[in-house]
């Protein structure tokens, strides 16, 4: 699920199941929330994101949770 903003409470822009490749998606902010969840079915490698920056860029380091 990405939500529009840094909260599970933001507007989602999207949700995608199974080898769904995602669109790409550009937040209203400088904010976004990626929830991942497996339903452990089965052991395969994990998945596979790109993250290519827009804008004014600051160098701060990013924030995992």
Same mark, same amino acid.
């Given at each position: 699920t990405f939500c529009d903003g840094d909260s599970r409470t933001s507007p989602i822009v999207g949700k995608y199941c199974d080898? $769904? #490749? *995602?669109? *790409?998606?550009?937040? *209203? *902010?400088?904010? #976004? $929330? #990626?929830h991942f969840q497996s339903d452990g079915s089965g052991t395969r490698p994990g998945f596979q994101m790109e993250y290519h920056p827009t804008g004014k860029q600051n160098h701060s380091e990013y924030q995992r949770d």
């Open positions: 080898d $769904l #490749i *995602s669109p *790409s998606h550009t937040s *209203s *902010s400088n904010k #976004i $929330l #990626i």
